[in-house]
């Protein structure tokens, strides 16, 4: 296995931590410039985006340690009885690529996780040994994101804390029994005492710091999760609620969803067939209604059909609204800032902007139609000076009037 160059096993490497997506990269279509002809490649692999505390997008050399694994999750590439290619990294090789990648600028940072090799204790005590070695022997100051292994020595967790700005265990399955069912290796009471426990340590070391400057950091850049999406059968109710629990239980800073995509070599448990990508948005948005937006998860859940799935072809917010249009027209000039929010269209930004520009004077429609892109999906939710919509609200066909236009399915997805 170590006779693989470290570029074979980087590509295998890399390779196998992209359906990991708590560290948010985006993807597009394959292009590379092997044939002498343009510049550049979206075929590298390795490097991804993410967002730091303070905002900026920063690019991290994603990696697993290796892709070896003694436990059997169903949805997972990687697992147990996969027929995969497998390579494996040692701590020094790992701390050596972070460092050429980051002296030739391709990267602010490392993510990195791992399969299970010999032993939960043995795999996490070798994660820490990247971290560690980079902060310590190498002095390493970039973004450190270390995946954690719940099955782990909680003492193996804490020192993961010490090093890394961010550390996440993945939750993986938005039930308990779709845990059972398809992670059979891992169980739902361990997953979330160790974010308790994460969520203690990174308090404690917060309030720490405030009376001594000198206090250690703990993950400063808190924890995060996964859940893939579809592989269970679990609704987006169900998993908007998940999510709502897991933010309060545990103050997670995100929830990532992850739609799931039949992997090579698919076990036969799974759906054959992946759930939209446009759910896996959809849910992003009613994350965003939560965080953002004020909307309690009860609220998220009331813009689901019986079935408790979010409508795919409306976003959320816009079905909440056709759900509840009692609480509509709101009058842009009077309205207090929890209700503009609730207004379809209008994002964070354009209610700041509203909220100060109607300080000076009374807006009218123009004025709302600099401040968003689509002045139409507005118009039968709001008053201003000169607009005030009279049967539109009513209409029955109010929904097929806002929907966008419906789009070719694709043939082989
Ligand atoms: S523990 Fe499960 S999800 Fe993680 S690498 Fe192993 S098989 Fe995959």
């Given at each position: ?9 980087l590509?295998?490497l ?6 990991d ?12 410039s ?34 070896h ?14 027929n ?14 972070t ?8 990267i ?47 003492e ?22 779709g ?5 059979p ?25 405030k ?31 998940k ?45 965003w ?27 959320p ?26 207004v ?17 004077r ?14 139409a ?37």
């Amino acid at each position: 296995m170590l006779d693989r160059s470290i570029s074979d096993r980087l590509n295998i490497l890399a390779d196998a931590a992209k359906y990991d997506a708590s560290c948010a990269s985006s993807g597009t279509s394959k292009r590379n410039s092997r044939d002498g002809r343009g510049l550049g490649s979206t075929e590298g692999m390795g490097i991804c985006h993410a967002y730091a505390p303070d905002g900026r997008c920063i690019s991290l050399l994603k990696l697993l340690l290796t892709n070896h694994c003694i436990f059997d999750c169903h949805y997972c590439v990687n697992r147990k009885s996969s027929n995969v290619v497998r390579a494996k990294f040692t701590p020094r090789e790992v701390v050596d690529l972070t460092l050429a990648f980051y002296r030739r600028n391709y990267i602010e940072g490392l993510f990195l996780s791992s399969g299970i090799i010999r032993s939960s204790d043995h795999t996490m005590e070798q994660l820490v040994e990247v971290a560690r070695s980079l902060r310590e022997d190498h002095q390493f100051r970039g973004y450190i994101h270390l995946k954690t292994i719940p099955e782990a020595d909680p003492e193996l967790q804490r020192q993961a804390g010490l090093w890394a700005d961010r550390v996440s265990i993945n939750v993986e399955l938005p039930t308990s029994a779709g845990l059972e069912r398809l992670a059979p290796d891992k169980k739902a009471p361990q997953i979330e005492g160790s974010m308790g426990s994460i969520r203690s340590a990174i308090e404690e070391a917060g309030d720490a710091r405030k009376r001594f400057r000198n206090a250690p950091r703990f993950a400063p850049a808190g924890q995060s999760t996964q859940m893939i999406v579809g592989a269970d059968g679990a609704s987006d109710a169900q998993i908007v609620g998940k999510a709502s629990t897991l933010y309060t239980s545990y103050a997670l800073r995100r929830v990532y969803y992850s739609a799931f995509s039949p992997i090579p070599d698919a076990s036969a448990v799974l759906p054959l067939k992946r759930p939209p990508l446009i759910r896996e948005h959809r849910l992003y948005q009613s994350d965003w209604l939560m965080r953002f937006y004020g909307f309690a998860p009860h609220e998220v859940q009331q813009a689901t059909d019986e079935s408790g799935m979010l409508p795919l072809d409306i976003d959320p917010k816009l079905a909440w609204a056709l759900r509840f249009r009692e609480r509509f027209p709101v009058d842009l000039n009077r309205a207090p800032r929890e209700m503009l929010l609730r207004v379809p269209g209008l994002g964070t930004k354009a209610v700041g902007a509203i909220l100060a520009a109607r300080r000076h004077r009374t807006l009218r429609l123009e004025d709302l139609a600099r401040l968003t892109r689509s002045i139409a999906k507005l118009r039968p939710f709001v008053v201003t000076a000169d607009w005030r919509p009279t049967q539109l609200l009513e209409r029955a066909d109010l929904r097929a009037r806002l929907a966008p236009p419906a789009q070719q399915m694709e043939l082989f997805a």
